[in-house]
């Protein structure tokens, strides 16, 4: 089976939405001390995952793939607790729908795409298998995780490697839950970190 190198591009760091500049509230938690070494990032990330990407970003991003609507963006939307987390997926979202003609696809028609919903029209518009297409997407989401703990904590890439090998494992059978998303200790951070004092993230 040969990968679609354009399903490389997607996930790539490379790609200028942005994401780099975003923590997702782990910036958050090394404020407060929660995340302060290697054991405790790799436990903060994996809790995040496991409760909220996992249960909630995955399988919404297969719905949009394959079965695109609005109100899938909507509902992805709807679920992001706090205004930063809302941001985030907004600004991403408008930057790569913005990419997304240079790239010979037609961008998202719905007034506020988020970004799994302008990812999800570059997946279709390409023919990419939606599978495929998560796991890079999940796999894109962890790597700038370890990225902004190697940053904020910090780490030695050493320790962002071997985070990335462990929790890279859980990818595998990513997406087949029902939609759902329970997770407060991150909701509380985000909004502590949207009037944090000294920080490197948007969110």
């Keep these: 089976m040969t990968i679609d190198p354009r399903l490389l591009q997607l996930a790539s760091p490379t790609l200028p939405v942005g994401a780099y500049s975003y923590s997702g509230g782990l910036e958050a938690a090394v404020e407060a001390g929660i995340v302060k070494d290697a054991k405790s990032a790799e ?40 205004a ?13 729908n913005r990419l997304l003609p240079e790239l010979g696809v037609a961008p998202c028609a719905y007034d506020t795409p988020s ?51 462990a929790l890279g494992a859980r990818l595998r059978d990513a997406g087949k839950a029902e939609p ?14 949207e009037t944090q004092y000294s920080r490197l993230f948007r969110s």
Excluded at 59 to 68: G, K, S
């Design 43 to 82: 436990r903060w990330i994996g809790d995040v995952l496991e409760f909220s990407v996992l249960r909630m970003e995955a399988p919404m991003l297969l719905r949009m793939i394959e079965q695109p609507s609005e109100e899938w963006n909507e509902m992805f939307l709807a679920s992001r607790e706090t």
């Design 115 to 165: 970004f799994p919903a302008a990812y999800a029209q570059a997946v279709r518009a390409w023919g990419i298998p939606a599978r495929e297409a998560l796991t890079a997407y999940l796999w894109a989401w962890l790597e700038n995780q370890v990225m902004a703990a190697v940053k904020s904590v910090p780490l030695g890439q050493t320790d962002g490697q071997k985070m990335l090998l």
């Design 84 to 96: 930063e987390l809302r941001a985030e997926t907004v600004q991403m979202g408008y930057s790569l």
């Design 180 to 193: 759902g998303n329970f997770a407060p200790g991150l909701a509380m951070l985000s909004s502590f970190h």
